[in-house]
């Protein structure tokens, strides 16, 4: 029976925290490296949901049900789809779903706050990880340097650990999104358009966003397709300019919708990268990955953090079992089973979205999402 008694997490996001947790409750020894500075250093981002046999199976697993069920929001799972026009194709209230939302900055904070204090190692950048003679592996950062049996790449869609197993790199997707926030009371016109979950207002290679989260705010998205150094423009220009640029990109739009490019706080550009579908490599022993380092794919399946905390489940559990190696690469082949249909869904969804019938596309997944979950759900038009 081999056992790993010292295990580093690159990365404390919701994938590295969840294994994190789940390892403590296994009595074992790990230290999650992270580059923020502290918790809330950054904003997380917007809301998500978690589903019943990946995200809310991994808050059973690691006994935080009742946490997520205190900060959950199943009132929020609606649909709405307008055209670009501001018609109202589709409206659905979500009543009956089971995929509540949750803010991320609530899940990190459940998530930390299951963990001893000193577990996450805050402002440690991990720089360099080289392996070492007695098969484990130094890692360093500024100011430190420590000796690990495992290291696990949990470092998002740059993962510095990545490299070490597969030559694969993000590639773009054609697609930017500029992220926008609004706090309902200041904007009601954002908060009646929004409905009770999630808007999308689709068409001609164009997409407008918005989403309630918590505490009555909404983040909204507002996005093109575009080239990539077009994109990088944008992520270099002032909050003026990428307004400018986005009102200019949606000037046949609406403008009951393009008054969320006018009225949003510019949060960030966020373009959408991705791996290889099926992203998989050679097994190296006591290196892995797990959620977006391992399999990143745009938003536009819903799947990336369920992925990263069903992932930190099976890697708890591998890394556990006393069965050494072979366990992790059984772990490896899973997580890419698990994955590779929900990039191939991910990268259809983006390309269906953003195309010249996008709408079309968009009402004919919700359609077809009606026809599954029943009758409450329903088409305006
Ligand atoms: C705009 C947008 C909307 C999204 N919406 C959804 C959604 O609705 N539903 C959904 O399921 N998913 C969504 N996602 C995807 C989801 O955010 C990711 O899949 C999820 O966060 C992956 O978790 P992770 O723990 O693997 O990585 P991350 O959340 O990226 O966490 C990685 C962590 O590693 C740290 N780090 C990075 N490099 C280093 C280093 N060298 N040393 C130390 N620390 C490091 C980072 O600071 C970060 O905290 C969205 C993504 C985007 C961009």
Not at 145 to 154: K, L, N, P, S
């Amino acid at each position: 029976m081999a056992s790993f008694s010292r295990i580093a997490i690159v990365g404390g996001g919701p994938g590295g925290l969840m294994l994190a947790r789940l390892l403590l409750m296994r009595g074992m020894n790990a230290a999650v490296f992270e580059r923020d500075t502290h918790a809330d250093e950054r904003p997380q981002g917007g809301s998500l949901d978690l589903h019943a046999d990946t995200g809310q199976r991994a808050m059973r697993v690691a006994e935080l049900e009742t946490q997520f069920s205190a900060e959950a929001r199943p009132e929020h799972q609606g649909d709405r789809l307008y055209d670009q026009h501001g018609t109202l194709l589709f409206d659905r209230d979500g009543e009956g779903d089971d995929r509540p939302e949750i803010d991320r900055t609530a899940l990190r904070r459940i998530l930390l706050d299951s963990l001893p204090p000193d577990l996450v190692r805050w402002d440690s950048r991990i720089e360099s990880i080289k392996p070492l003679a007695s098969g484990g592996h130094e890692v360093a950062g500024r100011g430190f340097v420590e000796q690990f049996d495992i290291v696990v790449g949990a470092d998002g869609a740059w993962s510095n650990v990545r490299p070490l197993v597969s030559d694969a790199a993000p590639s773009y997707g054609g697609v930017t999104l500029v992220e926008l926030g609004f706090d309902t009371q200041r904007h009601p016109a954002v908060d009646a358009l929004t409905g009770s979950g999630k808007m999308f207002a689709v068409g001609d290679n164009r997409a407008l966003i918005a989403q309630r989260n918590g505490l009555g705010h909404i983040r909204g998205y507002a996005g093109v397709r575009m080239p990539e150094d077009a994109s990088r423009y944008l992520a270099q220009s002032s909050v003026e300019d990428v307004r400018a640029i986005m009102l200019e990109a949606f000037a046949a739009w609406s403008p009951e919708l393009t008054h969320l490019i006018e009225v949003g706080d510019v949060i960030g550009i966020r373009p959408m990268y991705a791996l290889p579908i099926g992203h998989h490599w050679p097994n190296q022993p006591r290196l892995t990955l797990l959620g977006d380092a391992a399999h990143l794919m745009s938003p536009f399946s819903g799947e990336g953090v369920n992925l990263a905390l069903a992932d930190a489940v099976d890697l708890a559990e591998a890394l556990s079992s006393g069965e050494g190696w072979p366990a992790i690469e059984r772990y490896e082949a899973i997580m890419v089973e698990r994955s590779a249909p929900a990039a191939e869904g991910a990268a259809a969804g983006l390309n269906a979205a953003f195309s010249p019938a996008g709408v079309d596309s968009v009402l004919a997944h919700y359609l077809e999402r009606v026809a599954v979950s029943g009758p409450e759900n329903r088409q305006v038009s």
